[in-house]
């Protein structure tokens, strides 16, 4: 059974299950069925997982896997489920089933959790990839340079034999040159270019300004934004807690300095700004106030920064580090915890379980107060997802969230209550037409006339059955009569004694007088074991009286 539902949750791990259970392409995920298009505008703001994705097919499952072994069956098959992570993080495989890129705050945390595994995973494979080949790279470039070096020399013996320069000539254009540019070190080669910056030059150098390559920032979920802002405001407003401060929030900052120093030798302040921060660079008046400005941070950091390519920097994102946290917290969740995380889920996919199982617009409203708490229950949080950081605490949002899992189990039941009455009306008035002796040009209208009889029973007032016993529903009701107490009075034909005889007598007749105007009359009439009652109700026209 396990293995079952892991090939569901992960169909790319076997062929059979893959041709089954595959996950549909990410356009489709975010697109609900055509019937339950009219609520996906209600739906837009929920925060939940994607429809048929890994989380929401985990909730599924969980569900399930609660219905046939309790907690214990959950507790194995998250058990299960996180080995399969680890797997998959150390073999570089990615996780099916999640939208792709970054981890994004629209969805609840545990898809933003496997997201981030997704994005470590990506990392690391693309960094061994280009570590390998910058092995082969940096062989094949000393060989070149080697090449290059005995080239040189041999030209150099060759010019020195055959040309000869005066030495005023050569000093002439020594000067110029230093007139010109500044000399560089021989070992300031530019390293990590990207691409040329339109046609900018740099300002103390003769030569192009190029776009370094740089770090990618570090993706982030949720609960780490909100860490790094509880961490910032408690450092809190003293000079000390401000640095500190910078310092964290900087780190992109000197990486991108150190990128640029290293594409642009001989750059200066002046140069990163332009590239950087064009806002801050003005042809005619140079640096803006800001960055001229004493104690400004981009100095400081402009000094401290040294030539180094990005992929020779220490990683700003480190992958490794990042994915052993997120698999921590997947195992060390409980059945409780991963219930409460997936409740809001399980609650979404449950009521489109119940929207296809609806066959009329009679519970319209029913069904838009039920999307609304969803989405309203799905933007509070749980204790399981800010106890890692904040610890065992007390919110307002933990009671929130159960008053409003209390509200959406009664309108569960109530929605459940009312489909299951329909689809036992239609069993009886719309599905059994077999039964009764209509021709075909009769059944289109009779079905027609069956499906208005049925929701107005669902309605819950007092319908009419039009044609009385000689209508579709008057014959389907007298053949449920027949059919019903067959075992107590069993008989070929014909209705079961009744356990009760009521008459009622309906007419309009003058009254007190024959000229008086026809006014409704009413009797009634009530035979039952041990029980004889009679009521009346008599109009009379008082206008002539």
């Known amino acids: 059974l396990v293995k079952f539902v892991l090939g569901y949750l992960f169909p790319d791990s076997e062929q059979s299950s893959q041709q089954i259970y595959d996950y549909p392409d990410q356009a489709d995920m975010d697109m609900l069925p055509p019937h339950l ?47 399969e992570v680890r797997f998959r993080w150390e073999g570089g495989i990615l996780l099916p089933g999640l939208p792709a890129g970054l981890p994004d705050c629209g969805h609840n945390i545990l898809v933003q959790k496997l997201q981030m595994v997704n994005c470590c995973t990506a990392r690391k494979v693309a960094r061994e990839m280009v570590v390998g080949g910058g092995e082969v790279l940096s062989h094949a470039e000393g060989e070149e340079e080697e090449g290059s070096v005995e080239n040189m020399a041999d030209d150099s013996d ?32 530019p390293e990590g270019r990207a691409g040329r910056v339109g046609e900018l030059r740099l300002l103390q150098v003769s030569d192009w300004l ?16 909100a860490e790094q802002a509880e961490v910032m405001m408690q450092l809190g407003s003293d000079q000390a807690g401000t640095e500190v401060r910078a310092k964290m929030q900087s780190a992109n900052l000197l990486s991108d300095m150190e990128s640029f120093k290293a594409a642009n030798p001989g750059s200066v302040l002046a ?3 332009r590239w950087h921060s064009p806002r801050d660079w003005e042809e005619e008046k140079g640096l803006s106030n800001r960055m001229r400005s004493e104690g400004n941070i981009w100095a400081g950091l402009w000094e401290q920064a040294r030539a180094v390519p990005a992929r020779r920097q220490r990683r700003l994102f480190d992958d490794t580090r990042e994915a ?11 059945p409780g915890d991963l219930a409460q995380m997936l409740l809001p889920t399980l609650l979404q996919a449950g009521h489109y379980r119940l929207l296809e199982a609806c066959h009329d617009d009679t519970m319209v409203e029913l069904h838009m107060e039920m999307v609304k708490h969803v989405v309203r229950l799905s933007k509070l949080q749980c204790l399981p997802e800010v106890r890692h950081y904040k610890g065992v ?20 039941w109530l929605a459940e209550m009312r489909i299951s009455q329909s689809l036992s009306l239609r069993k009886k008035f719309v599905y059994d037409l077999a039964v009764l002796s209509v021709n075909d040009q009769e059944r289109p209208d009779a079905v027609r006339e069956m499906e208005k009889f049925v929701s107005s029973l669902g309605s819950g007032v007092e319908v009419k059955v039009l044609g009385a016993a000689r ?22 034909e014909g209705l079961p004694p009744p356990s009760t005889k ?32 009679v009521a009346g109700c008599f109009t009379v026209d008082r206008q002539y009286s």
């Open 37 to 83: 298009a009219k609520y996906m505008e209600l739906y837009q703001g929920v925060k939940t997982a994607p429809m048929d994705s890994l989380v929401w097919r985990m909730a599924t499952a969980s569900a399930c896997c609660l219905q046939w072994a309790g907690a214990a069956g959950v507790a194995h098959l998250w058990h299960e489920v996180c080995l």
């Open 158 to 189: 060759t010019d020195y034999e055959e040309e000869f320069f005066e030495c005023e000539e050569e000093q002439k254009s020594e000067e110029t040159k230093k007139a010109k540019a500044p000399v560089l070190p021989a070992w300031s080669q």
């Open 210 to 225: 190029y776009r370094p390559e740089v770090q990618e920032p570090a993706p982030l979920t949720e609960d780490q934004l």
């Open 271 to 273: 140069d990163f700004v």
């Open 324 to 334: 052993e946290k997120v698999v921590t917290f997947l195992t060390g969740l409980n």
């Open 393 to 412: 605490v007390e919110n307002t949002d933990f009671d929130k969230r159960r008053q409003e899992a209390n509200k959406l189990s009664q309108m569960f």
């Open 471 to 492: 209508g579709p529903a008057g014959r389907l009701i007298q053949n449920m009569f027949r059919e019903s107490q067959q075992e107590d009075y069993p008989r070929e």
């Open 502 to 533: 009521q008459f009622i007598i309906r007419s309009l007749a003058p009254r007190p007088f024959p000229f008086s105007r026809p006014v409704p009359q009413r009797m009634y009439a009530k035979l039952g074991q041990g029980e004889f009652r």
